[in-house]
């Protein structure tokens, strides 16, 4: 990996220090790094500047530093060109991240030495097609979310798989979640922890007005069709990975599936799965 682009969040590294001390490395060690122009006026050592696009094209690799947020930002738009995402984690619970601030240089040294596996996660194609005929399409590493608004009653949405139809649900809204994902919102609306390299998806239900309503899991090749039945306030919401990205309403056409594209994430720990879960989630929280 001689290419690297470095895509920081200014909210969390506020003043680009540990995107220095990892530019600096990389550079010292030979490494071309690249980074946005309005990155690269303020660390002057990177030698590159580029427009985002042209960085997830030309890059072997992309160091997103940040928290769990920044990653998933990154690999909506990494999947579509494959490029590897690795992760310094300078958020709360850094669970995609793979590097702590602490641990920069000793990992750093890894992918010199190319000590690193890829991993390939599993990614969510989300198809809504709107009244009038357009498409849209988005792809999400974690989850697609659909919520009612901030102020819009219980809504009800009728869950087909495959086309058929699965039941009706009154709720605050749907999540649809990979594995990725499964610790994420999903873990927070009651549903299951799946393992990441496991080849199925999830359907959670948002605080379900009902008493046996139950998270579903559903394999990679089904697919699910998302119906928002009739309601006084049509303030809903589609959300990708945590972002709002448009409103939707009972005409809507709404279709999930399993992405072409997957996630490459590089790990570059030697911590698995579940020392990952107690230390990220369980140990935290007590």
């Known amino acids: 990996m001689k290419h690297i682009g470095i895509i920081p ?5 506020k003043d680009l220090e540990i995107t220095k001390v990892v530019t600096k490395w990389l550079v010292q060690e030979g490494f071309e790094v690249y980074a946005a122009e309005h990155i690269t006026r303020q660390v002057q050592a990177i030698p590159f500047a580029l427009n ?3 960085i997830y094209k030309t890059c072997d690799i992309i160091i997103a530093i940040g928290g769990d947020g920044t990653i998933l930002s990154v690999a909506e738009k ?5 490029v590897p995402v690795v992760g310094v984690n300078l958020g709360r619970l850094g669970f995609l991240a793979d590097i ?3 641990d920069i240089v000793p990992s750093l040294k890894k992918l010199l030495e190319n000590d690193y596996e890829i991993e390939e996660r599993m ?4 198809k809504i097609i709107a009244p009038n005929g357009q498409e849209h399409v988005f792809h999400a590493l974690n989850d697609v979310n659909i ?3 901030s102020f819009s009653h219980i809504a009800e949405f009728e869950i087909l798989v495959n086309g058929e139809f699965c039941d009706v649900y009154p709720a605050d809204g749907i999540i649809v979640a990979t594995p990725t994902g499964s610790t994420a919102y999903n873990l927070s609306a009651g ?4 393992v990441p390299h496991a080849k199925t998806y999830i359907i959670t239900p948002i605080c379900p007005h009902t008493i046996y309503s139950r998270s579903i899991i559903i394999a990679k090749e089904d697919s699910v069709q ?3 039945c009739q309601h006084d306030n049509m303030n809903i919401e589609l959300n990708i990975d945590g972002k709002m990205k448009m409103y939707l309403t009972p005409d809507h056409f709404i279709h999930i599936e399993k992405s072409p594209y997957v996630t490459r994430l590089v790990k570059l720990s030697e911590l698995k799965f579940f020392e990952i879960l107690r230390k990220k989630i369980v140990e935290r929280r007590r």
Request: net charge negative; glycine share 6%.
């Open 9 to 13: 969040n200014l909210l969390k590294d």
């Open 52 to 54: 985002e696009e042209e």
């Open 78 to 82: 990494a999947c579509s060109t494959n």
């Open 100 to 102: 702590e601030p602490s």
């Open 123 to 126: 990614m969510l194609k989300a």
């Open 147 to 149: 919520t009612r608004g």
């Open 191 to 194: 549903g299951p922890i799946v």
């Open 226 to 228: 998302i119906k928002i």
